[in-house]
């Protein structure tokens, strides 16, 4: 089953469930803001994708982040702080039977489900 994590009023992961819904292939979506999130999740999909490519640091909630919450920055800060705050989780993620996908790219996406 392919399962879709991000908040329902994000652009890109409306593109995302578009593109899902008009290529016919069926998804869970799942809300970060109902469904908490679990370290075993995210600590899973930082060891299939970079955690680097996880975090949104253009985020506002990045931004309102003191520094200080973000030292020392490395992977287990960067999981607390995605724990803490889902929304500093680049979004979507898409996971197609273990195989991740975060943000949406057209092509990716096209790749992923040829």
Known sequence: MVKIYGIPNCDTVKKARKWLDTNGIDYEF??????????????????????ETLLNKRSRTWKEIPD??????????????MQENVTLIKRPVLDKDGEILVGFKDSDYRSLFR
């Open 30 to 51: 799942i809300d970060f803001r109902k469904t908490p999130l679990n370290a075993a999740r995210l600590k899973n999909w930082a060891a299939t994708v970079e955690w």
């Open 68 to 81: 200080s919450k973000k030292e020392p920055f490395n992977k287990a800060t960067a999981l607390k702080l």
